[in-house]
């Protein structure tokens, strides 16, 4: 995966590096939901989001641990658990059903994928722009903007 760090610099170009970093792991989110092997596209997935949290914290000059991260994208996850299970867990399911079932999981995975990606993504740039670090971040806290960027993503992957 390409990685667009800049360290030092002025925030306008920090914003811009992670907005590359969230664009880029938003596709490949996309191209892991195409993994055919059920419940390994999550793996996948998951693989995707916990990078692209270590390159945002590398952004941002965060130090990031592979425990925390996985733990904190665990926990955002779990706010989106309503959509995860409608889509995420379903689709990945519907890719046991040959034919029709597998494209529709993979479709639908593609979307979950992107969607969530793109929503934490946003959620840990602004969080660090704001001066946050890994240990201070709420999972809580941020609830309804992880929604709203969830659904936002998701209304735009869809058309």
């Known amino acids: ?19 590359k970093v969230i664009a880029s792991s938003t ?12 419940y390994l596209d999550l793996l996948a997935i998951g693989a995707v989001q916990a990078q692209m949290v270590h390159q945002l914290a590398k ?3 965060q130090d990031s641990s592979e ?27 519907l890719k046991l059903v040959p034919g029709v079932g597998t494209l529709w999981g993979t ?9 969530a990606t793109y929503a934490i993504g946003k959620i840990f740039a602004m969080h660090f722009q704001n001066g946050g670090t890994l240990s201070s971040f709420n999972p809580e806290a941020v609830q309804e903007d992880l929604e709203r960027e969830f659904s936002k993503q998701a209304q735009q992957a869809k058309k």
């Open 59 to 61: 952004i941002y000059g």
């Open 27 to 38: 596709k490949w989110a996309a191209g892991a939901a195409i993994v055919p092997v059920p």
């Open 67 to 93: 425990e925390v991260v996985k733990g904190l994208i665990t926990a955002l996850l779990g706010t989106l658990a309503p959509a995860m299970v409608s889509t995420g867990v379903a689709g990945s399911s």
């Open 107 to 115: 479709v639908s995975m593609a979307v979950f994928a992107s969607a």
């Open 1 to 19: 995966m390409a990685t667009a760090t800049v360290e030092g610099t002025p925030a306008a170009n920090t914003s811009e590096a992670a907005a």
